[in-house]
């Protein structure tokens, strides 16, 4: 109460007015008016320059010296990952209040107004520049560069082919503008362009000093089928797939990773240095050097399959070191066969070491010699009189190729298929793939042949057929065969024969035809060359001149006509008889 007792009444305040209210209406107008006089003079539509005074994820605030602070989306400003309050920036005032009295400022709006031009400076006094990659697209990304989106090709993101362009999405990079259409308002930058310079001079440092076995730590930039590129530090080199490693690498992938960092050594390159030959497996020692100084002829290694071929199988006994299994070693078979009917690539076989060249480092090996051959001991296993069962392998015009068994070989002639039928090619008998019953008849163990026979498994029906068939003898046949030269007769007790066509001449003077069966007379046989001579004619001739009457003569006016006769009906086969009788007849006189 003592403080209130010592206010003292303001001299010159009007009580009047202030009861009226006229006072007050007064002071607010004089208050807005020295406010307002306080304020910036900013006008919609310009450009002004204003602070950020905070910033948060979706919204930078920004003063321009008005009676209300600017709020801007923070995706204006992506571009500059820097930005912090107290920064000076560029906005353009769209309304100085709208609906809820806010001011209303853009600041990407700002930016565009002199971004065309800030752009063609920067074309023109080639100025490296910021830009926020905003997103992927075809061929390429999107950068927002002064508030344009430009154009970044893949090829112009880095020296180094790109294989993920997602990594670089929502990344603030520096770039330079190589590009503009001014018709399109088209923008193209490159990031490549700006670490060009510098892998110009070092490139050019690098090609300077290369020498032929310099060893160099590069970077695996590419892989190929046939190969890998290494960057040596802005010079590309190749490893041929060759030179990757000692052993045999079918995809450059099993031994490099992309962007591995590996030594490499120089091999070879051209005068102007640009193609430049590279080695890794060079660095390391060669396996053959390591190979077990104890290894030699004859003893059994593993390996694995790595590379096949018609002629034979490369096997890789250890990394780097191969030997060839020729493919006449992978069978005691003498038949034309290929590696692939025996063995298929990563097959882990075992073979036997026949060749050791450690100077030439190469090696031959086999596969057949860890089995028994077969023709070591053939005398005992196939004796000459055995009987087997055989393949039937092929043909030939002569006989017919068997096999008894892997490496084990033999010959059928065709004349030992049949001892009555007459074979005019193997077909006729039997066919490839089929089993057949054989003899062995000779062993050639030299030449690894064996001669055999089909019909020594049954007896000679010739010896029986030597009692039937004599000479003078009539028998029923059929005509199975015609030719120009006479018929071939087989005949009801077995066997063949054979009839000119004079003696195939019927009782009624025609010819006989094909599959005709007749009574046939036997004028020839000859065991040692299976032919019987057969006439039918000579069957109804010798009736006739049994009913003759029978004529006085002398005998030597008789002998002529006898002998005329049997030469007028016998054969060339039959002229050991007529000379035999000539002698008989001769001798009577």
Not at 205 to 231: A, H, M, R
Not at 255 to 274: C, P
Not at 306 to 330: Q, T
Request: hydrophobic share 40%; with cysteine.
């Amino acid at each position: 109460m003592s403080d209130l007792k010592n206010v003292q009444p303001l001299a010159d305040f009007n009580w009047d007015e202030f009861e009226n209210g006229s006072s007050l209406e007064v002071s607010k107008q004089e208050l807005e008016k020295a406010y307002d006089e306080t304020l910036n003079k900013v006008s919609e539509h310009q450009v002004v320059e204003g602070t950020v005074i905070s910033i948060d994820k979706k919204e930078v605030i920004v003063n321009i010296g008005y009676k209300s602070d600017g709020i801007i989306p923070a995706s204006e400003f992506r571009y500059n990952p820097d930005l912090k309050i107290g920064d000076k920036v560029e906005v353009y005032v769209e309304n100085q209040e709208d609906k809820k009295g806010q001011l209303v400022l853009s600041h990407k709006k700002a930016r565009l107004s002199k971004s065309w031009d800030l752009v063609n400076a920067a074309l023109e006094n080639e100025e490296v520049i910021q830009g926020y990659i905003k997103c992927r697209t075809k061929g390429g990304m999107i950068v927002d560069v002064f508030g344009i989106e430009a154009f970044l090709p893949g090829s112009q993101i880095d020296v180094h082919p790109i294989r993920d362009y997602d990594v670089f999405v929502s990344k603030t990079m520096e770039f330079k503008v190589v590009k503009i259409n001014q018709e399109f308002r088209n923008v193209v930058v490159s990031h490549k362009a700006l670490i060009e310079a510098e892998l110009e001079a070092q490139k050019k440092e690098i090609i300077s000093k290369l020498e032929k076995g310099q060893i160099l730590e590069g970077t695996v930039k590419n892989i190929t089928s046939y190969g890998v590129f290494v960057d040596l530090g802005g010079v590309d080199g190749l490893i041929h797939i060759t030179d990757l490693s000692w052993g045999r690498v079918s995809d450059p992938h099993e031994v490099v990773a992309l962007d591995q960092k590996i030594n490499v050594v120089i091999l070879d390159f051209d005068d102007e240095k640009k193609r430049i030959a590279l080695g890794l497996k060079q660095l390391t020692p060669h396996p053959w050097d390591a190979l077990d100084e104890n290894l030699k002829v004859g003893d059994h290694v593993k390996g694995k399959v790595v590379v096949i071929a018609d002629y034979g199988a490369f096997v890789e006994i250890a990394p780097g070191v191969e030997g060839l299994i020729h493919v006449s070693e992978m069978s005691w078979s003498q038949h034309l066969r290929s590696a692939q009917d025996f063995l298929h690539v990563g097959d882990e076989v075992e073979a036997v070491i026949l060749t050791l060249d450690r100077a030439e480092r190469k090696m031959s090996l086999g596969i057949k010699q860890l089995k028994e051959d077969p023709w070591e001991a053939i005398e005992v296993k196939y004796p000459v009189g055995s009987k087997h069962t055989a393949k039937v392998r092929n043909f030939t015009n002569f006989g017919i190729f068997v096999e008894l068994e892997e490496g084990v070989d033999g010959l059928i002639h065709i004349s030992d298929l049949s001892w009555t039928k007459k074979v005019k090619h193997p077909s006729e008998f039997t066919q490839v793939g089929a089993n057949i019953d054989v003899v062995v008849l000779e062993i050639d163990k030299e030449n690894r042949r064996l001669s055999l026979g089909h019909k020594q498994l049954e007896d000679n029906p010739w010896d029986k057929y030597e009692e039937i068939y004599t000479p003078g003898s009539v028998h029923t046949g059929k005509i199975t065969e015609m030719m120009d030269k006479g018929a071939v007769i087989t005949l009801n007790e077995g066997g063949e024969g054979f009839a000119t066509p004079k003696h195939l001449v019927k009782e009624d003077g025609t010819q006989a035809q094909l599959g005709e069966e007749l009574e046939f007379k036997v004028i020839e046989f000859v065991k040692e060359t299976k032919r019987i001579i057969l006439s039918h004619s000579r069957t109804f001739e010798a009736a006739k001149d049994e009913v003759k009457p029978a004529r006085k003569h002398t005998a030597k006016k008789e002998a002529a006509p006898a002998i005329n006769n049997v030469a007028a009906t016998t054969t060339l086969g039959d002229l050991d008889t007529l000379a035999a009788l000539k002698a008989k007849m001769e001798k009577g006189e």
